[in-house]
């Protein structure tokens, strides 16, 4: 989950609201993975919104009755640093792996979310491109 509202914890997809911060403090960012670690996000309003239309969905409509796996968008760090160089220029990202690698090698890179799009015309909202823009303009918004 990529939210502006909480800074991230340490945990491997956390690279992914660090870099934000990050490029606003110091206009780097040092990164836990490799550039081409493809893994699975999702921006808050998204979850937020597909949360909400789940439940507003009639329930004869639903094939599954557990949970349904939603996607979102899933990207690299080297992309993610791309679409932030789009709006920063000057932002510089390294990268030094370290144990979160092999977490994140053992992820799948995308999630298939093909059922909750047939069931309920699951979508999405944000791209990376809209996501970088939001929470870069809302990161410096909170940090003054």
Request: glycine share 8%; hydrophobic share 35%; with cysteine.
């Amino acid at each position: 989950m990529i939210s502006y509202k909480t800074e991230a914890g340490g945990g491997t997809t956390d690279y992914a609201v660090e870099i934000f911060y990050d490029a606003i403090k110091k206009n780097k960012y040092e990164c836990f993975l490799k550039d081409d670690a493809a893994l699975p996000m999702m921006f808050m309003p998204d979850a937020i919104d597909s949360t909400i239309r789940l439940m507003e969905t009639e329930q004869d409509k639903l094939s599954v009755h557990s949970s349904y796996n939603l996607g979102g968008i899933s990207f690299t760090p080297k992309e993610l640093a791309g679409e932030i160089k789009k709006i920063q220029p000057g932002f510089e990202i390294t990268y030094n792996p370290d144990f979160r690698q092999h977490i994140a090698e053992s992820w799948p890179a995308s999630i298939d979310d093909s059922v909750a799009r047939k069931d309920w015309g699951c979508t999405y909202k944000y791209g990376l491109k809209e996501m970088t823009g939001i929470m870069l303009e809302e990161i410096k918004k909170k940090l003054g």
